[in-house]
């Protein structure tokens, strides 16, 4: 199973945009659904977007409309282009692939003025 590490957070003001990454060890190609997940300090973690072989998507209704997950198959990576950052959103954000895998580290985001 392909080992996933997460990375592009950072701190961004409120109304701003962050790419973030989910860079698989492997082929990414076969896998059909992967998503990406947030942990909000003191909460639970979160499911806030899915995609499906490549094109399917579905969205929290936390981020929809600003949040878009995509995948590159030649480069074995899945992105999620975030717009319209809110102070809500700070989270760790990690990815996944359905059935769930290993969990990795995450990458951190802040939205903050």
């Known amino acids: 199973q392909a080992q996933l590490v997460e990375s592009g957070g950072g701190l961004v003001q409120p109304g701003g945009s962050l790419r973030l990454s989910c860079a698989a060890s492997g082929s990414i190609a076969r896998i059909q659904t992967m998503g990406w997940y947030r942990r909000a300090p003191g909460k639970q973690r979160e499911w806030i977007a899915t995609l499906h072989k490549d094109v399917n998507t579905v969205y929290a209704a936390s981020v929809k409309g600003r949040f878009t997950v995509s995948k590159d198959n030649t480069t074995n990576t899945m992105y999620l282009q975030m717009n319209s950052l809110k102070p809500e959103d700070t989270a760790t954000y990690l990815c996944?692939?359905?059935?769930?895998?290993?969990w990795g580290q995450g990458t951190q985001v802040t939205v903050s003025s």
């Open positions: 996944n692939t359905l059935p769930l895998g290993p």
